[in-house]
């Protein structure tokens, strides 16, 4: 079974970039659906991005041209550069996992993802 850790988060200036980390143990990230979701408090789970194996990505419509997300599967490790960030942005991230040969359609629903982990926080301001 699949362990996610997440990492990279931090406090960034209106306009400036992040580039987050998802490691990943106890399994291949090759045979996985991946995601990042972001979420604040009192609020339900955003999905930001939906991550194929081959690493082509689908992307909230809030985020498409300045969040990109990538894998290297060789490292087990999934990716979220963030460009322009915006004060809308602060969340906690957390990267998603789902055995899957292919994501589903609606892979950015909050209850898609079987795997998560614990999160590291963004602060825009």
């Known amino acids: 079974h699949v362990q996610l850790v997440e990492s990279g988060g931090g406090s960034v200036q209106v306009g400036g970039s992040l580039r987050l980390s998802c490691v990943a143990s106890g399994d291949i990230i090759g045979r996985y659906c991946m995601g990042w979701f972001r979420q604040i408090p009192d609020k339900e789970r955003e999905g930001v991005a939906g991550?194929?194996?081959?690493?082509?990505?689908s992307y909230a419509d809030s985020v498409k041209d300045r969040l990109t997300s990538s894998r290297d599967n060789g490292k087990n490790t999934l990716y979220l550069q963030m460009n322009n960030l915006k004060p809308e942005d602060t969340a906690m991230y957390y990267c998603g996992a789902r055995i899957a040969a292919s994501c589903a359609a609606d892979a950015l629903r909050g209850d898609y993802f079987t795997v998560w982990g614990q999160g590291t926080q963004v602060t825009v301001s």
């Open positions: 991550i194929e194996s081959d690493g082509s990505s």
